[in-house]
């Protein structure tokens, strides 16, 4: 009985004394969801930031000092991500973090981050509010619904010609956002209306779905979904015999949903803000160290971790010091040259300037159809397209 | 019209995997008085264990469901001997906790084993559409249907025909008499919640096929097994089939005329309907334990 008394103990010191010396080391907490429907992207996202971690530190790190990456298992739920953030700051006392990947997890985050004047970058979480709230110290690497629609709707009724589209979303804010932006920015292209509907996370049969998407009468339909839903979805639209243009949003132009999609994909259509044949060799680069780190290609996921935390390590670099004013001051002076295009920050801390493609599944490979630029949604006469 | 035919045929076919899916949670509640939370782990590792099977080893699905029975039913037997039997005859709630831990033990294992990458598992026969005149289905749902309806049938054999369903069923009404009588009721237990779990295993493989499945599926199959359980009437067998029909047909219409984004609540308006106005269920005997 004492044996097992003392092992937590124990195992506490040992903890302990194992922290002690990371005084000289700049730490950044990670909040993704390793566990739950989602599990999948977030442990991506974590892949890509331990990697632009690893070869940062390999560089000499920031402010001549090692980066300590902690990563915490939000779930993307907002109760177990607010637990995660409080964690972080309070007893890891990280300098600055990054994640939390389902807005609604970000959006209950984002008040703790404030709260103890912490900077926090997200670099998945796409629901457009979020950078509306007034929070100085949130920042957002990654497109909203409603920048990513626009700069997609031209590119989908030019390549697909589409007359009448139906829409299907997961039943979350961001599935919910991503349909309305699409509907909204197609419909002014004059491209009618079939349907709207939404799905719940984890759902297994889309029949009742897919029979009304039948009865619709529509030519195209547009999806947004993950890896597990999107996959399941568009396989059981190919078995019900419905032939329509599908094309989706979410993480689509991946090896593994077309390997667990399997014949089903070909064909399809994603909206992708990355794709790992974008060409570039900035892109080369970081395909061939992640490729050469987890023995498969990165995904949408993995290169938002990757950006995100190299975002704000090159922040915390030009800040010059862990002070939080100054890391925000660095991060509005972003300039950063990712895979996938370059990125700046708007006064309200939404990234632009990267590119997004739209990408066609032929023969289980990512055809890039056209690329397109997430223009600053401040400026005036923005054009999207090239 | 044609569309309520469809509408109705997919809500009988999810009805049926409804039914398969809570039939092994309402027998080892019927007959061990466990309330069993692990319940859709079983169902997930079925899945998994079906996916090693089929991808790792090479086998085809016949086999491949052969080699996840014969395992999961061991990984029963061993639960039961080596956990349950420590909390028997100790009220529900140290079961119910047991369970529970059993189900965050099962995830987390499976999650560091396998990761969290979808699964897919090949089935025996094709996903090709099947035109019944203005009812679409695939090949292979009507197989999973009509391997749902003998996987109860024998489930029922079993209980009612069999030495040892005389047993299971003589250790529910009366453990001392049963073990007066000369029966081995360890026994008895361990095979009752191999049986339950071997039935959860084949769902998850069988769904696995037709879906895919991951080692996070389980919690929503647990959630609407107990829908069915509890809307059936725990421990009834007819009740778990009628039930999961109900639900399966209800929440078809229900996505097919409201809207599928709301079609979760329909699960939580049964239980609440059923609570109030049946609580023992559709099906319950009513019977309580000597």
Redesign the interface.
Known sequence: MRKLILAPIMATAVLASAAAPAQDTVKIGLIQP????V??NG?ADANGARLAVKERNAAGGVLGKQVELIIEDGQCSPANSVNAAEKLIQRDRVVALVGAFCSSATSAVMPVARKYKTPFLTGVSSEASLTEKGNPYFFRSAETDALLGKAFSRLIVDNLGLKKVAYIGV?DDWGRGSAKAFEQELSSHGVETAMI????H?A??F???L??LR?SGADGVFVAAE??DG??LV?QIK???IDMDVFGVGSWATS?FIK?T?DAAEGIYAAVPYVSNLPGERNERFVKDYSAAYDHAPGKYAAAGYNSLNIMMDAIDRAGGTDAGAIVDGLHATDYQAPNGRYRFTRTGQGYGFDAALVQIRDGHTDVVATTRIADPQADGAKDGQ | MDMLLQFVANGLVSGAFYALSALGLTLIFGLMRVVNFAHGELYMLGGVMGWLATTVLGLNFFAGLALTLAVMGACGWLVDRFLIERVRDQGEEPSILLTIGLSIFLTNTALLLVGTAPLTIEGPLPNKPVFLGPVVLTELRVFAVAACAVLILAAHLVIRHTRLGRAMRATFQDPMAARLAGINTARVYASTFALGTMLAASAGMLLGSIYSTHVSAGGLVSLKAFVVVILGGMGSFAGAIVGGLILGVAEALWGGYISTGTVDIIGFIIVILTLIFKPYGLFSTQVERA
């Open positions: 390793l566990t739950g429907s599990a999948y442990t039943n509907e939404y799905f719940n984890g297994t049969d029949y009742t779905l029979t009304k009865g890896t597990q996959s399941t396989k078995q019900f015999g593994d667990i399997g």
